[in-house]
Structures are given as C-alpha cells and as structure tokens.
C-alpha cells in the first residue's frame, strides 16, 4: 500500500472525516468491553491513537489510557480536541513504544495494524507492553473477512483495491499465535449508520481513508461522479450498516 504521511496529509480532516456518534462509540465500547476482564480499572494503551476518537472514553469505561501515535500533527489534535484526565499521548509506533514493560492490561489498535512496516516486531512489542493474560483488542479488516461498504461498488475497482491494503485473517492469526498469543475471540460488529447517504457522502469527500491515498486522480474523479450520481438520487436516504472484524488475541 502507498504509505501515507499524516503530518503532511489527513490530519486537518481526520477528526471531522472520521468521527463517531455517541451511539457508534457506545456499540464498540460495548464490544471492548465483552472482551476484557470485568476488573476496573484497567491500565490500557490506545496504539495508532490517531485524534483520539477512541482514547478519552476507552479512559472513562475501564480506566487510564495512554495514546501511542506516530505523527506530531495527529497527537497535536489529540491533545487539543480529546483530553480526559487519565489520557496521555506519546510518539511512538506499534513497534516502539514509549512505554515500559508490562505496563497495560490491554492494547487497542483500532483500523491502525495494516499501516505497521514491520508487523512481526510489532507483535514482539505489543507483547512486550501487555502484561501476563493482557489482551489485543484487534480492530482490522481482513482481505478474507472485509466488510465491503457500500460506497466502494461505485470506485473502479474499488473492492480489489481496498482489500489489497489488508492481510487475510490466517496469516494475521497465524502471525500471532506463533509468537506465543492465543486467539480468545473473533466476532463481527454492526456499528450503527453515520446518518444518511448525503452525509456519509460528505465524510467521503474529506478523503480520510487509506483507501483514496491507493487510488489514481482519475479513478478518484470517476468514483466520487459515480457516488454524487448515486446519492443525488435520495440523499436522505439512511446509509446502510455494515458488520465488521474485531479480533481479541491475549498475550501468553
């Protein structure tokens, strides 16, 4: 995949392109939650913090988190737009984080694993981080388990090229558990709709998925003319929900 520089691209839109309702943060706060111990608080670490669309409330449902982020511009906004007294964001990377050994009890990587370079250091520091029984809180589409958004039917080639940035489930499985990690569960989650086509369509034109930075200028132009067609034709229409991957592995 193009690799992408958010502290020259996305980074004045992320917040805005990529933001969550209050229901959507409560269904993924919920799935967290069926996830974890029951114990509170637990310490955690939020990896690919990005603005800190999930940090502040992962720190009022279980408890001090630290956000781990690679582009100064990303954690700038964080730190102005998402602050909770038990949150803290540090530069770092999934491969080296800031942090000591054995210090959380979880670590949420939320749509932020396929842009780590160097996936197997990654799992090595991750289980560096996690205590004993710590867990992983994998939220990651997977190019055999993609969720297929409705919008990408309208991109040439959209779904070859989305899923194209994205590993099979096996070989992140596999990955893992070769490292000494046990899968504890794989389960879909139905985030509620982001309201209508015409405001999804508006969150689109913001360009703050990965997916756009893979596409040439032309197929972005013919996709979006595409997508503005479709819309135009009932722009408060509901945009559909889709069921996506989160994947819980615990540290050995």
């Not at 990303?74 to 990377?93: I, N």
């Not at 939220?139 to 969720?147: E, Q």
């Not at 405001?199 to 972005?220: G, H, K, Y």
């Not at 503005?228 to 540290?251: G, H, K, M, N």
Request: charged share 25%; hydrophobic share 40%.
């Amino acid at each position: 995949m193009r690799r992408i520089d958010y502290d020259t691209e996305q980074h004045q839109d992320y917040a805005r392109g990529r933001a969550l309702n209050e229901q959507q943060l409560r269904t993924w706060i919920s799935a967290f939650e069926a996830a974890l111990p029951e114990r509170r608080p637990l310490a955690g670490l939020d990896v690919g913090s990005g603005t800190g669309r999930f940090t502040p409330a992962l720190a009022r449902a279980f408890g001090p988190v630290t956000g781990v982020e690679p582009s100064v511009r990303m954690r700038e906004t964080a730190q102005a737009q998402s602050r909770h007294p038990e949150v803290r964001y540090l530069a770092g990377s999934a491969e080296d984080m800031p942090v000591p050994s054995a210090c959380a009890d979880y670590a949420l990587m939320f749509l932020s694993w396929h842009h780590v370079q160097d996936k197997p250091r990654a799992a090595r520091e991750l289980a560096r981080v996690l205590r004993p029984g710590g867990r992983l809180l994998l939220r990651a589409n997977f190019s055999d388990h993609h969720p297929r958004p409705w919008w990408l039917e309208h991109f040439p080639r959209g779904y070859e090229v989305d899923a194209a940035l994205f590993q099979p489930l096996h070989e992140v499985i596999a990955m893992f558990t070769s490292d000494g990690w046990r899968v504890t569960d794989f389960r879909t989650v139905t985030e509620p709709s982001y309201g209508t086509l015409g405001d999804m369509l508006e969150r689109l034109r913001l360009r703050t998925l990965s997916f756009f930075a893979q596409l040439s200028p032309d197929d972005l132009e013919t996709g979006f003319r595409r997508l503005e067609q479709a819309v135009a034709a009932d722009p408060d229409a509901p945009a559909p929900v889709f069921s996506e991957p989160l994947l819980t592995l615990e540290r050995n």
